[in-house]
């Protein structure tokens, strides 16, 4: 099984508002991603977890908060947000964490993304 | 540093012909090479990877890819194109080097194949 979840599929929120997106895998998974995509581009990378801490935060804003409650769950905590975050943001997971050349021979698995909107 | 690129923004193919999608690369190592798929509103389903060995690569739903290290490319090829493989597609790369584990993905290319 190689599925990795997210929730809600769709989000529409207001710019001050506060809510959550959340990611699931159940694959013993050691490394999770969170990515930012804009329509017709290419995914861009906001944060990485290894095992369960923070690895690599991409410059990202500080409305947008990680948080890796345990190894198999990421969430995405998200507070006064702009309309040019709107976006689809994806979650990923890879077998190995940050360490080990070879763990760059992982595969990340990708969720279905969640659709964010922000009015 | 790593990048990749893909050259073209769409290609199109007639279903039935045979189907090539671009991707270069430039890593300071040797490369960890992958395509994924995007289908619209949906995440990156993951096609195949190049890691060592055999330079052509199976992967899923009949796709390959060969890697050409004195091209530096990785084209993604498939011998007859179906309707539903209308889609964008990436190309990424991994610097060996790289111990983040971070990838880098070329820009997409958007296939239309048409009946």
């Known amino acids: 099984d190689t599925e990795v979840t997210q929730t809600p599929k769709h989000l529409v929120m207001g710019m001050t508002n506060k809510k959550s997106l959340k990611c699931e895998q159940h694959?013993?998974?050691?490394?999770m991603y969170w990515y930012k995509q804009k329509a017709k581009k290419p995914p861009e990378l906001m944060f990485v977890?290894?095992?369960?801490?923070?690895?690599i935060n991409e410059s990202v804003p500080s409305r947008f908060s990680p948080e890796c409650p345990n190894s198999s769950l990421l969430n995405l905590h998200l507070h006064a947000l702009q309309p040019e975050d709107s976006a689809l943001y994806l979650c990923?997971?890879?077998?190995?964490?940050?360490?080990?050349?070879?763990?760059?021979?992982?595969?990340?698995?990708f969720g279905p993304g969640t659709r964010l909107t922000v009015l | 540093a790593q990048s990749v690129a893909q050259p073209e923004d769409q290609v199109n193919v007639a279903e039935g012909n045979p189907l090539t999608v671009k991707c270069t690369y430039s890593?300071?190592?040797?490369?960890?090479l992958f395509w994924y798929v995007q289908y619209p509103n949906r995440g990156l389903q993951f096609l195949l990877k190049?890691?060592?060995?055999?330079?052509l690569v199976k992967g899923s739903y009949g796709f390959e890819a060969e890697f050409n290290k004195s091209q530096t490319s990785f084209h993604l090829k498939k011998p007859s194109a179906l309707v539903s493989d209308s889609a964008l597609y990436f190309c990424?790369?991994?610097?060996?080097?790289?111990?983040?584990?971070?990838?880098?993905f070329g820009g997409g290319t958007r296939l239309m194949v048409k009946p």
């Open positions: 890593v300071s190592g040797n490369p960890y």
């Open positions: 990424a790369v991994r610097d060996v080097n790289n111990a983040g584990n971070m990838l880098t």
């Open positions: 694959m013993g998974h050691r490394a």
């Open positions: 990923a997971s890879s077998p190995r964490g940050r360490g080990p050349s070879s763990a760059g021979t992982d595969t990340q698995y």
């Open positions: 977890y290894s095992y369960e801490k923070l690895s």
């Open positions: 190049y890691i060592t060995g055999d330079n």
